[in-house]
């Protein structure tokens, strides 16, 4: 527990004088920290579920930034995702993506696994988010709410495959980002935008840091944004790829990996002049 505070303050997540008082309150009341640190208003749910992200390296993933399909919903009881505060997320080939509260209960995740007949992956969220959307399309039809289709088609790429074994080269570039397929459906943006990290020698792969989840085998679109020289329009290019990896490496930011898909040779060798030249 010791080393769980140094890491709340090392991060700046509370003040010494909050972890303290909050501390004195657990103790004398026989009740939890994080009870007390929320209960103060020190200490966000939110805040927990990405400190226990940051911590767990399992990536945190904000409920309401997806829509949720009802095939989907439906893979898992109402009433067991409402005593587990789970909800199912999305389904990519045999692998189904679920928001929990406490990712880290592996009984709760073979539970899940042998209900579904589907390899869990745990996403950490808040517990009243979960049971906000619970509420939300379970009761879909009795508002007449129409959801947006969940079917997924292709084949899940697992993490880094061959083309990770290319040299890593530097690449700064702001990036706009659309998903190209039906598996999954935002609500609360359409494009995502952020920067690019790196790109591979052979330019078969990107790495981008985006401001939310994507899990790997989705289809998009990444428009890349390459300066010019002074006086000559900005050069957009536009590039199909597959998420190959996820991570969060911190709170609200993920490192991406694309896997570039039919790349010409003249887009080649034009993003290998700009990274050469920078």
Sequence with gaps: ??????????????????????KVEAHN???????????????????????????????Y????DYAIDQAVLHLVEENFSLQNQII????LDNTLFLACSNPLDSGLLDSVSKMTGCVIEPLVSEAHAILGALDLYWRLEEKNFEL????????????????????RLSLKLPFKLKILDDAITLLSRRVITGNTLNISSDV???GVLAPIFLPPGVIILISLEVKQDKGIP????????????S?????????????????SEAVREELMRFVLLK
């Design 1 to 22: 527990m010791e080393r769980i505070e140094e890491k709340l303050l090392e991060g700046k997540w509370v003040e010494p004088w909050q972890l303290d008082r909050a």
């Design 29 to 59: 009341q026989g009740q939890s920290l994080w009870a007390n640190l929320v209960k103060f208003g020190f200490f966000s749910e939110e805040d927990f579920a990405l400190f226990l992200a940051q911590e767990c390296g399992i990536p």
């Design 61 to 64: 993933v904000k409920v309401s």
């Design 88 to 91: 199912p997320l999305f389904k």
């Design 148 to 167: 947006a289709k969940f079917i997924i088609k292709q084949n899940t790429v697992q993490g880094f495959v061959q083309w990770r074994g290319a040299e």
């Design 204 to 206: 078969n792969a990107i």
């Design 234 to 245: 900005d050069r957009l290019i536009e590039l199909r790829g597959e998420i190959v990896r």
């Design 247 to 263: 991570a969060m490496i911190k709170p609200r930011e993920y490192l991406l990996g694309i896997k570039v898909r039919n790349i």
